[in-house]
């Protein structure tokens, strides 16, 4: 069953019935070709999964009839920022879609010294509007309750201050203490705690930055003998996170 996003505001329980717009519409009708009848769910960004069958199809708008409402509990029990320094080439994309489908709540990219990618405004809008809409597809895809935002780029000193309001940032490196001291940080990590993961570009982090992070309270972490490309860092850590999160 097709999953589409919408805000509460289109949401009208009086009636039972929702009001889907936007992309969507095109999307429903010319893309997927769905008829009156046929059965969707929709989501608002909470816990909350409305199944719904379309009652009508306008140019403009699709409404939907909400069948039932249930609680369904399937995003992580703590909220994880992503704060990823450019990668080269077309990598933000795919880093984009799979910690989407890992469960991130936010990515946050970040330009720092060893970054290769420099973005003026105008290739920065373009670039958001492609990952936005990269991250809503592999929510819906993965059957997330919300779409992850993909924030504006920051500079890694505004990053920083940025993931201050986190309870717990961690930072791969490679210099970092050994696994048994990583082992322990990790599974000190309580369900509700807001999660932030700094993750290197290609060359990773200078020791200035490290030192700066240690400043702000964000922890080295080691992820074994091995270097790990960007592109799959966050993956790693992302999912050492899940396992240890998922069902607590």
């Known amino acids: 069953m097709y999953r589409f996003f919408v ?3 289109q949401i009208d329980m009086e009636e039972k019935k929702i009001h889907i717009l936007g992309s969507d519409v095109n ?3 010319n893309v997927l070709r769905m008829k009156v009848g046929e059965e969707i769910l929709i989501s608002a960004g909470d816990d909350q999964e409305y199944t719904c069958s379309i009652a009508s199809l306008d140019p403009e708008e699709v409404l939907a009839d909400v069948m039932y409402v249930q609680e369904v509990g399937l995003e992580l029990p703590s909220k994880i920022y992503l704060f990823q320094g450019l990668p080269k080439s077309d990598k ?3 880093i984009i879609q799979k910690a989407v489908e890992l469960g991130v709540f936010e990515i946050i990219p970040v330009e720092t010294k060893r970054t290769v990618v420099k973005l003026d405004s105008k290739k920065e809008a373009a670039k958001l509007k492609r990952w936005r809409g990269i ?5 819906k895809q993965s059957k997330r309750m919300l779409i992850p935002e993909v924030h504006e780029v920051l500079k890694f000193q505004k990053a920083m201050e940025y993931a201050s309001k986190l309870d ?3 930072i791969p490196y490679e210099l970092a203490e050994d696994m048994v001291h990583t082992k322990a940080l990790l599974e000190e990590i309580k369900p ?3 999660i932030g993961v700094f993750i290197g570009p290609e ?3 200078t020791p200035e930055e490290i030192e700066m992070a240690l400043e702000h309270q964000v922890w080295p972490i080691t992820l074994g003998k091995r270097i790990l490309r960007t592109e799959t860092a966050g993956m790693t850590v992302l999912s050492i996170l899940m396992f240890l999160l998922e069902g607590r």
Do not use: P, R, T, W
């Open 7 to 9: 805000q509460k505001e």
């Open 27 to 29: 999307h429903i009708k």
């Open 92 to 94: 933000m994309e795919l």
């Open 135 to 139: 991250s809503e597809s592999a929510a």
């Open 168 to 170: 717990v940032c961690l």
């Open 192 to 194: 509700g705690q807001s």
């Open 203 to 205: 060359g990773g982090f």
